[in-house]
């Protein structure tokens, strides 16, 4: 089970590696468009947002995670005023970033689903006399892994 449980880690950590890699990528992007939409404003509109622009591009960039705020969580903040076009990009990359989000606990599912597969596999593959511990404890570990993200987290932690 020792072998199960380390390929498990294994996938699991590429799973998270390639989810914040696919994060940072699509923050990035919001970066690029920010830039360019600043870059072909006239020099009355690139003034007025420059600072503005600037100030959640540094906020942005200050995630590690490349997570992206909420379009509501952006508003929020009085010292950023974002243009309709600034609101447009953030709302739409953060809409993405669910996509991202949601594709990893998909892939976390189908990881999950192999283990516990596997893991009940085991179980019944058991001769019933004497592995009673083993059988629950195996139990426990499928029900534990019903919490796909919970479950991942205590892999790689």
């Known amino acids: ?11 699991v950590t590429k799973a998270e590696a390639d989810h914040r890699k696919d994060l940072i ?6 970066v690029w468009d920010l830039n360019v939409w600043l870059r072909g404003l006239n020099v009355n509109d690139r003034n007025r947002w420059e600072a503005h622009n600037t100030a959640l591009i ?6 590690e995670d490349g ?11 009085k010292e950023i005023l974002l243009s309709a076009d ?4 953030c709302t739409f990359y953060f809409e993405k970033q669910a996509k991202i989000d949601a594709g990893n ?19 019944d593959d058991l001769p019933e006399a004497g592995n009673d511990e083993v059988v629950a404890s195996i139990t426990r570990m499928i029900h534990h892994s019903q919490n796909v993200e919970g479950w991942a987290r205590g892999l790689v932690d």
């Open 58 to 63: 540094g906020k942005l960039q200050d995630a």
């Open 105 to 123: 606990v998909q892939e976390l599912k189908r990881i999950r689903d192999a283990y516990a597969k596997r893991l009940q596999t085991i179980a």
């Open 86 to 89: 600034m609101k447009k990009n």
């Open 67 to 77: 997570r992206i705020p909420s379009p509501a969580a952006l508003t929020e903040n």
């Open 25 to 30: 990528a699509n923050r990035d992007k919001l």
């Open 1 to 11: 089970m020792s072998e199960l449980r380390g390929k498990a880690v294994e996938l």
